[in-house]
Structures are given as C-alpha cells and as structure tokens.
C-alpha cells in the first residue's frame, strides 16, 4: 500500500475549470459517466483493472466527474480518490451481512419519496441522480425510480407535512439533491416554505466537491431569499478531496451565513487511518467546513472491501481526541434500522 495520503495533503491547484462556459455544472454532470476503459487509460492505472472494473461497473455504473478524476494521482491504484469511486472484482462477491437495503428505510418510506425515521425530521430523496457513484453507498440498490419527486408528489409531501406539527426540518437528499436544475430546486423549497412550521432545510450533497461550479449564484440567491435558516452537510472523505475551487465555493456559502458541516465514513484503504482522519478535519476547517460525523460502514451488498470494523473505528477515533482539538473531531456514529437517533460508537 502506497501511502499517498501522508504524501500529497498540499491542495492541488485548481485546474480553471470556472469560467469557460464549455465546463458549466450542467454539462460537468452530464459528462460525469465514463466508461472504465476510459478512466483505467485517463489515469493510467495498470490493465489488470480492467476486467474487475466492467465487472463492478454492470452492478452500479462508473461515474466521476472531471474536477474530481483531476485530483486524482495518475498511475496509483490506491489513490485515495479513486478507490472511492473505481468498480472492483470484490463487488461481485455474494458476502453474508452484507444486504441490498443495510437500514431497513423501506420500513421508513410513508410516501414515494420521504423518508420519515426521526421525530422532528424527515428527509426527502430531493433527486435520484449523483454526480459521483461512490461504490461504498449505502444506497446504492435503493428505488429511486420509485421516489422521484414529481410535482404532484411534492403536492403529497407538503400535505403530509402539514399533518405533521412536530416536524421542523427537512433534509434534502437522494441521490443529491443538487442534481437538480435550479428552478425544480426553487419550486420544492417554495413548497415546502407554505409548511409554516418547518424552520431549517438541511442539504446533504457531495455536489459542491466534485462539481463546485455548482455553487452558482440562482442558487445562493433562492437559499438566501427563503425564509429557513439552510444548513449545508457535505460529505468529504478524504483532505485530498478539496482543492481550492472546493474552497472557493464554500466560502461563497459561509459568506452568506450558512452552516457548512462534513460528514464522512470511515473506509478500509481510503481514510482509516489516523494521519488521514487527521488532516481530514484540519483541511476541513481551513476550509471552513465543521467536521459533524464519522460514519462507520453500513454493510451495503457489493462494498464489503470498504468495512472497517467497530473496534478498529473507536481505536481510530480514541486516537484521534489525543491528536485534535474537540471541535476538530467528529462524532463517530452508526446508522441502525429503527432507532429514532443515530448510536454513537463507543467504549
Ligand atoms: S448518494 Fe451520496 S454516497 Fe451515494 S452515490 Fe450519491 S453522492 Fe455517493
């Protein structure tokens, strides 16, 4: 194993994707699906990847999107960036305990398209569509066909808000909620504005770190405008991940007062290790990002390579308190099927 994350925390420069018309967040997305022939040559990765990579690829397409593949070392296996989002061999394995639906949500699903598994929140898979297919998600077998968020269903969903007084925040969701075109995003969070008693809406979305030209300024305009206080949660990884046009484009959030936290999961080859927790969260805070949660694995059917267990986690996580600052260090949680809270991980 290389260790290329103790050897390349520098940010990257940024590659001006920004300005050029030609690179718009739209068209960013659009080409975001490639084939792994194309990537196994655009990173000049060792042909024995091939066969592994169509094989994982037939089960959960290859897609990586262009500002991300840059930030990738080209030749490294064991990047830390591409090990997220590369097809294996491994996916194919049928390994017990690891399942199509790890937290049960189909039990949590009231109407195509919400979530409803705590009391004061519901979470709405705002679109099916990412930017990224990540290999370790834990929905990545999830029926998005079935929870698209039409305009008639978003009819269904503010009704059933409006039956619901002690919900006062939405998550958006997905997929990523930031797939969406910015007047679909505007008409969903107008809706859900005539919810008098909703107050915050949550964004959890990887958008703004692999396209951040997504940031655009229709979209900071219709946050700000809304009457609810908008709290962003990306989902980071790795230190490798930001570079300076990640950092451009969240400043362009906390410049507008919005909350930007991060939460991560912690996976095997990728950042299980304490320099790389480490430089996580001081990346993330010079970027001005909070380090919110620290996942452990859901045991998804195709990624069991990714799991970390229990112990090696709260190892990981107690080592990491004697490193950093508290605010530094995020909680270490897990996601159970019907707990009404997420279940800190513990010793
Ligand atoms: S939902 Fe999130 S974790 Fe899953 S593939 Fe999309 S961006 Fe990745």
Redesign the pocket.
Known sequence: MIPVSESSVQLPADKTHENSMENSWQILLKESQISPEALIKELELPETYLEGAKAGHQLFSL?VPKPYRDRMQKGNPYDPLLMQVLPLQQETLDVPGYVQDPLEESGSNPIPGLIHKYKSRVLLVGSGA?????R?????HFPYADNGLSNERIEQVVEYLQGQPAINEVIL????PLATPDNRLRNLIGKLAEVRHLKRLRI???LPV?IPQRITDELLEMLSESRFKVIWVM?INHANEIDTAVQNAVKQLTEQGMTVLNQS?ILKGVNDSLSALTQLSETLFDTGILPYYLHAFDPVKGASHFDVSDQEAIELWHELQKELPGFLVPKLVREEPKREHKTMLLY
């Open positions: 897609r990412c930017a990224i297919n990540c370790y998600c834990f929905r990545r969701s997905g997929g990523d959890h979305t990887r692999v989902h999961v």
